[in-house]
């Protein structure tokens, strides 16, 4: 364990003097416990966990305090993993991304609670949160890959994606994933290699995370750019806004909130004229699971939604040179449509998908799991419930209500709830629900 | 005269969408004109003339609006002046200034309303103002050196004080002033000129101004760095903030305004401690100022303010020298005391100093200027006097109030007002007050 | 395969019109098959082979020439290996690697000729060779590790390599080796991922090979600096003037090639005032690898030699903190001595170990291997000796001779022998003589 | 004056150590008192003076030495005039300058031999010696302007020079002059304006001399690049190959001599189709200045060498806009003829041009000055003529020369014998010869 004194060497070292005392005050009262906990994630970048509750847990004597000083902040920790420091000094990653966590933990909550006062959109709030974190980024060509996909992921599974970033960074794009292991990791590394073939200077690996998960999925190694959004929805946003073209891999609960989101999104009638290609892949050993996943979502939320998305197994060139070629389309969307390329202004995102979801028992029940409504407001609610799952796996505050409360009720009609059984047993047959371990089903399906 | 749409190249196209409309409502109405008066001063550059009455009324079909844009604002301009303009572009370092101005009086605004409500302290608005402007660099030691004197300085003033500049310019020290032209002009030519045999590539020439005077001291060609504070307090106050050590030319109201300020917060028992340089200097022709505003100085706020500054006459090299070794002594003061090398945070200002005072006959005829009060005190209000003098002189609204009402009225003890009207007189005698045309005076004092 | 047009983006386009016509003449004459090879091992990047005569083989139709350019030269391939391309674009990378074997081998040698004719040193030949290379930075600290050892090693003697590059490059170090697989490009690739997490952004890969042997060791991906010597001698001398530290795997002929280069150089009396770090390192695994060549330098060179290295065994951090540690005294020694750091001028190396040995089997039976010598002098001849196997084994020219006139044919007194024996045998035994297949020697020991 | 030691901060610190001993051999030998000389007139940069011979007899003790240090070289100089040091330390403008004159006097010398044994032309070794200089610059679109005229001209010429180039540089256009003051340093001084107001960060002063003209005219203080190429013919023809455009001011004989060079080359049929932009500029007041250069011009080399140039009377805009729009024309040339934007290899100069011309009595009264021969032959003639008039005038070898053997004889037939002396009286009567005293003709024409 390692007792340090911490400085930055970016933008955080120009604060005022109020902002430096409110700073201190905010981490010792209600963001403390928050900031604390994230630092302690991205200082454990590396562990080989996703059991956030586990490493808290572990690192119970770990603490972290604000010190004052006029040219700025510092940070002491005391206990501190000892992976994130090389003869006595932090690493310089770590150190950015420990800043990054006081950045958004810490310095936004202000400047939150003035954007609600002000009654912004939530669209401008992340708006506002990506450009504080320096991630809108003026006169660069649509280039950002969103990949997403379980961090619980096979060998094959892994590699394949790794390849897939590979071929994605030759072609000079970069990525930006939920930040944590498993296809969230493949495709940045594969990227790397790439890019240093390609003598690509400036590339972006930019990991988009939120408090709840950050401690179960803490950002890998080759994340150069750390957002954390204050949740899982304002983590979604973020990643369409931010991103022009989206890859998806095989994953578990969390894959699937995030496909029922982005297609949720794009099924609304508003974001008919919106380039964003979005290719499901996976080595041929998971053709099975996109076929599972593609069924699924044709007997939930119907044919339309099918339409949106490509699949396309084992091929990782062909993901890359589609994706390559989606770019200069996306290229003229923006300018058809007058839109930022750093910033998709033009999607329309409803406020069931940005309003955040709390997955107590009471609201996961009372979710609307029926086929008779709108495809777009079904894939809401199904979008929360696998949200709540993934809470009730590996988020501590979900962990933590399912042993105190036992499992998540799910109820539902008996077409869709056979439809979401299916699904969620093939989970947790290919062992995608959680990294080691039996896995102890979260949740229980009723219908009637 | 010019039509033409501006693009940005800095920051401020990374505007939210609600920015951007409140910069375009904003613009529509209080700010209106204060913003357009201002960008028609900074496409004045380099115009030969002090009176910004004469100016406004010049262009008074002089148009500029904010025009949304995805990817940020531009500016629309009408019947611009067209020294402004090199085959119908902008002059890359006019157009920093026009979008100065936006940031500084329109984007500003909104957050200026948060902060009051807030309850900051001034010297915290001051310092967000300046972090706005991205003036506070960190991790450059001491070497800014502001420049105070007049706009309406004779040749050999402005040669000498040039030469100072150069001189200060070959040791490695920057240069901020008050914008215009005049001793504000001088200090920066010949920094320059060091500067490039010095090849300092990221040499700084800032300008700092305020709406009212803007339009009489349109920010010369030199500057590279302009900032337009909301009134002279915060003007002061960010000057002596910033920066590191003061050179006094002469000069005629503004000047004295200048000088009864720093020697008022310098007064302050609380500032004892800090190391702030000042040194008045001239050529040998205009020793007999110095002498006189010594003489005032002693007369009026007494033998200790004497002991705050030096005067070097007819010694540019020596001034540089000075300056360069005191930067010394302040890199150590600030070391000492904690304090950041971009921003004076030890300094202590008394409200009388911070407040704005808006020279209304009322006002200037209430100011109390006997020599029975605290010297820090009288210097507040001597300053004051000054101020409203300078405003009577140059400063559109000042111009139309002493139109309205007649002269101000000055009321003081016998003493004060006989060193007082001495000195006035001489800064008329000396043409000091005004650039060209005979000089009427704005105020009449009367003693009792 | 692919034919394409390659602009380079560096100092080739800036030649006169002579050289652009020297250089196509160059490459028509006496240079052209050897920049031919050269050109196509660097194409072949990620090729999983050490076989050079395959490879030249298996693109027999490969051709490449030089077009003449008033803004410098292009180049033009035809059927050149498609991995190199990414959407008929060659990989930035490999494009620098292709105009660095155009640097070295066409455009210096105009420049050699000179240099012999005006009787240079080879030491002078070397460091104008590093130069035109741009590989000597000033104002660097010692920081350049070079790392030596075998390309056919074992996964877990890989793995280990890398380990130290990692922990290397968490403390800043860059690396040096010969540019290919195995030893060569662990410790890069685990240094380039430490980089990464330091944010480490002018890391250095250098990769020094020589013409004879790119064929059977493309560079490999991470190198970003390809150098190419005219021959080994030159190749070896650049390594040791140019690194500031020698860390050595396990390897086979080359590297024993390489152990005892460094010895024979560090006996000499004139070299024992200069720091050298020198550490031998493994995985606990090649522990005994270590204490067979610790005991032939010992039974060979003698005791002496034996203090000049130390054996780290599984301990990557270990090896990299005292790397850390000794690169503070080659800093001071380097003051001390009054010289470079980016080139040891210091270092006396001896002609035996500067001037080119040609491997023919007349020379190899001349070799000079009896104990009854000096220590140098016979480490230069065992230095010989490893270096023919070495061409016998896997360069062009070294197998072609074999396949004339049998095996080399190496004498020398029994004890000697006997030592030489073992540790070849060994060498065998532990598959370090060739990537794949049985090994047949190329040699015969014979004593007398 | 000042003694120091001083350490170049480019690319001079890599040298091997047999390039040390061999400055160091150069500076002991024949290149000694070159070296000393020319940094002698770059330590006195800033002086009033045109007089060669008299700064070298003002500083008669003032000594460099070239020192040896294994990380390059050092200079010490002795009693060196002051003004180039500001606190003991030199002024790093003059800093570069020194070490240019290093890089171009006695490194290059070695090289020189080399290229001439090795029979190069003198176009190959002009462009050497600019590459080595750096001064060639890819990817860059054609936009230097060759500014010639007079270092002896009247304030209202230097004023407009200034004019002229505040108006090139506001355009983004690059200035090269010969170095010195007047017309050499007005354009350079105005576009530095120009350049800030633009915001142009890498703008380019290129002062381009020779050993024999540097002590009279010292490079100013704008130079940014100088160059010091061996004699005033490859001084001529670096002009002309790294501009882009050519405007001439007002001047004396080195002006003439100039303008016959360019006519003289451009008259030659192969350059016919070569785009090279030339303009004749000045102030009202210079009117007849053109119009009598014009004459003579028709007079002596005929009407088709008026068609070459355009003649522009005090209007600078039109002149800047005239290079600005001639610099696309420029631009189209070099594409059609597949030349290099940094150096025009199209244009054809004939060894006439090329060859150094020593200005013997004898060689000055062997020219043939007669009409009945070729333009560009007579051309070449009369521009040998004017240079041999400006050694006499103010090189120290051609002072010391006209002091031994007396005036110059120059011989031709009586009309063109009338022209030369007409203009010659009008350089006299103008004072355009020499900056101060009294003009003495360091010739005599005679006619028969």
Chains 1, 2, 3, 4 share one sequence.
């Not at 991630?135 to 969103?146: E, G, M, Q, S, T």
């Not at 974001?271 to 050993?285: Q, R, V």
């Amino acid at each position: 364990m390692v007792d340090a004194i911490i400085t930055p060497n970016g933008d955080l070292d120009i604060l005022s003097k109020s902002e430096i005392a409110s700073l201190q005050n905010s981490s010792e009262s209600v963001y403390q416990e928050l900031f604390r906990n994230c630092a302690l994630a991205v200082l454990s970048t590396g562990a080989d966990s996703d059991d956030g509750h586990e490493l808290l847990a572990k690192h119970a004597d770990f603490e972290v305090d604000i010190l004052s000083a006029a040219r700025g902040v510092k940070l002491a920790v005391r206990n501190a993993p000892k992976n994130a420091f090389v003869g006595g000094k932090i690493i310089a990653g770590i150190r950015n991304h420990l800043f990054a966590v006081l950045r958004d933990i810490v310095f936004l909550q202000d400047q939150v609670e003035i954007w609600h006062q002000n009654g912004e959109s939530i669209t401008e709030m992340v708006f506002k949160t990506l450009r504080h974190a320096k991630a809108l980024k003026p006169r660069r060509r649509p280039n950002l890959i969103v990949c997403w996909g379980g961090h619980s992921i096979n060998k094959i599974e892994y590699d394949y994606s790794k390849e897939v970033g590979y071929r994605l960074g030759l072609r000079g794009l970069d990525i930006c994933t939920g930040c944590g292991i498993g296809a969230m990791k493949g495709p940045m590394k594969g990227a790397a290699i790439a890019h240093a073939k390609q003598r690509v200077g400036d590339a972006r690996y930019i990991g988009i995370t939120e408090p709840g998960i950050i401690a179960s999925e803490a950002p890998n190694a080759v994340v150069n750019e750390l957002i954390i959004m204050p949740d899982i929805e304002k983590r979604l946003e973020a990643f369409v806004r931010l991103g022009h073209g989206i890859v998806v891999f095989p994953g578990g609960a969390g894959t699937a909130e995030e496909i029922l989101y982005i297609l949720g999104v794009l099924l609304n009638e508003k974001n008919k004229h919106i380039s964003l290609p979005l290719i499901f892949t996976g080595p041929k050993e998971s053709k099975a699971y996109f076929e599972q996943m593609d069924k699924f979502i044709g007997d939930t939320i119907g044919a339309d939604a099918q339409q949106l998305y490509k699949i396309i197994i084992d091929d990782p060139i062909e993901v890359a040179k589609s994706m390559c070629k989606s770019m200069k389309k996306v290229y003229k969307n923006r300018r058809a449509l007058d839109d930022a390329f750093f910033y998709n202004w033009s999607l329309t995102i409803e406020e069931p998908f940005q309003q955040a979801f709390d997955p107590t028992h009471q609201n996961m029940a009372a979710l609307n799991l029926r086929k008779d409504q709108e495809p777009a407001t079904l894939a809401a609610d199904l979008r929360r419930a696998f949200s709540g799952i993934v809470a009730g796996n590996v988020k501590p505050n979900g962990i933590q209500a399912i042993r105190e409360h036992g499992v998540y009720k799910l109820d539902g009609d008996a077409s869709l709830m056979s439809s979401l059984d299916a699904l969620l047993a093939s989970f947790v047959e290919q062992r995608r629900m959680k990294l080691s371990g039996n896995y102890t089903p979260c949740y229980e399906l009723v219908s009637h």
